[in-house]
């Protein structure tokens, strides 16, 4: 085991929910001088999207589940991650911080699908969880065990298909449910303030936060370099002896090292305001779940969506994901913040969304807000969590791969992410999440622009194709 010095100097790069749950977790184990950056002035912007925040942090809601069918190590850090937002919710309820509404509301996740026999997946899900917190939706009883789990009705048949005629089955995960992810933010960033008190030093905002490069010395003897630390925009040197990159989606852009390993990409998500009282009652976040449909079905499926927050229903589609691919980058962030900004999305995937809301949420005629909503996606899906064999010294440490279940890990990630820094811990997560483990392709990276999801090979949507039934005839 090799401990790092608890008085030295540690950069953290981004604030969204693994750099925040590093920095918590590294002051809760006596760290002395923590210093966490982020281009977004989180302090003032409250990690709104709507507000200039486009990590991918920076969001409404977040889908929370312990299912993972036969991975049971993520299970058991989803399950650890409830248990510390339950209890968070339960300081926050005590504290009245923000009002004293949870972060985490335990209203059921549902994986749906039109198939005739539930995917292997779900079918493990039973198995691994077991049938009082994975309920099969089809079998007789499901509606009383959900109630008896503490779930709404509505969650075993959220888009009422049964009274429809449709066929729909799937599990309903009674662990599941929604955490506001910039409430939940701001809730870990005001605990690591009062863990540091003066140990812990934000650096947020344009030029101050914002990392021009990664610093670098060059050993003659070896041939190799060492991480001392990073240059911001604003011309400042920070110098550390250990960095940390936890920059989501941006991580190949400020450690191009990582290339190799990991890819931006970008599902499809829409925005749909509802105002009728009827409907806002229905698909309310204290009650309704949130759900996935035929989520491993590829292009044809891989839908996902949430209750009702700040008056908008979100659905997201991400069976197919887009990349960016620029000289020098293997895929590029654009969003409504960036630049050059983007707001509009590619047509496949608005189309696949739009077609879910014709055929189960009668209360929404139109689209009002479109954006990517950008992953890190490693090739097998898990994390990228260790050290950078390129640099000597374990002198800079990368987290990405997160691959779009990151946040859901927020409660217990950072303990797996500080003992990994040590060099300790759970052996089989260290080699899961290892830089150089050979990883299965379950993703194809770094196809440039010869890839079909390149945003240069994509038709774009506009606010023409917002209308679900059409564009209203003058």
Not at 31 to 52: A, C, E, N, W
Not at 249 to 272: D, F, H, I, K, Y
Request: with cysteine; proline share 5%; charged share 25%.
């Amino acid at each position: 085991m090799t401990y790092r010095d608890q008085s030295e100097k540690i950069i953290i790069v981004g604030a969204g929910c693994c750099g925040l749950a590093t920095a918590l977790s590294l002051l809760e184990q006596g760290y002395q001088d923590v210093h966490i950056f982020d281009k977004r002035d989180y302090l003032t912007k409250k990690y709104s999207y709507f507000d200039g925040c486009d990590s991918p942090s920076s969001d409404m809601n977040k889908i929370f589940r312990a299912s993972y069918g036969e991975e049971t190590h993520y299970q058991r850090m989803a399950t650890a991650s409830r248990e510390k937002m339950l209890m968070w919710n339960e300081m926050i309820r005590k504290e009245g911080f923000e009002g004293g509404e949870p972060l985490y509301f335990n209203t059921g996740n549902i994986h749906l699908t039109d198939q005739d026999e539930l995917p292997l997946f779900e079918q493990s899900t039973i198995k691994w969880m077991g049938p009082k917190k994975a309920i099969c939706i089809s079998e007789s009883d499901a509606l009383e065990r959900a109630v008896s789990a503490g779930i709404d009705p509505c969650a075993i048949d959220p888009f009422a298909a049964k009274e429809r005629g449709v066929h729909l089955q799937g599990v309903l995960d009674t662990a599941g449910g929604t955490i506001m992810a910039d409430k939940a933010c701001r809730w870990v960033l005001n605990l690591c303030q009062r863990a540091g008190g003066p140990h812990f030093t934000t650096h947020f905002g344009p030029e101050l936060g914002e990392v021009d490069h990664i610093l670098e010395e060059y050993n003659e003897a070896t041939g190799r370099k060492k991480c001392v630390g990073i240059k911001t925009k604003d011309e400042k040197l920070h110098f550390a002896s250990t960095t940390i990159c936890a920059c989501g989606p941006w991580l190949s852009e400020v450690v191009p090292e990582t290339q190799e390993r990991v890819e931006a990409t970008a599902g499809t998500v829409a925005l749909m305001r509802i105002t009728d009282p009827k409907a806002l009652a229905k698909y309310d976040q204290r009650s309704f779940p949130t759900w996935t449909y035929k989520m491993r079905d590829g292009a044809i499926g891989g839908l996902y969506g949430f209750p009702v927050r700040n008056g908008y229903l979100k659905i997201g589609f991400r069976g197919l994901k887009w990349t960016n691919p620029q000289p020098g980058i293997n895929s590029k962030i654009k969003t409504k913040w960036s630049e050059p900004s983007e707001t509009n999305v590619p047509v496949f995937g608005l189309n696949m969304i739009k077609k879910f809301v014709r055929d189960n949420i009668p209360e929404v005629q139109k689209i009002d807000l479109t954006r990517m909503c950008w992953y890190g996606d490693s090739e097998d899906n898990d994390f990228l969590i260790s050290y950078s064999p390129y640099h000597e010294k374990d002198s800079l440490f990368v987290i990405g791969g997160d691959s779009g279940h990151a946040f859901m890990m927020i409660g217990s990630i950072g303990s797996v992410i500080t003992d990994i820094i040590n060099n300790c811990g759970d052996k089989f997560l260290m080699n899961l999440f290892s830089w150089e483990r050979k990883r299965d392709r379950k993703n194809v990276i770094n196809m440039g622009n010869a890839d079909p999801r390149a945003l240069q090979n994509q038709k774009m949507a506009t606010p023409r194709d917002w209308y679900i039934y059409g564009e209203p005839k003058l």
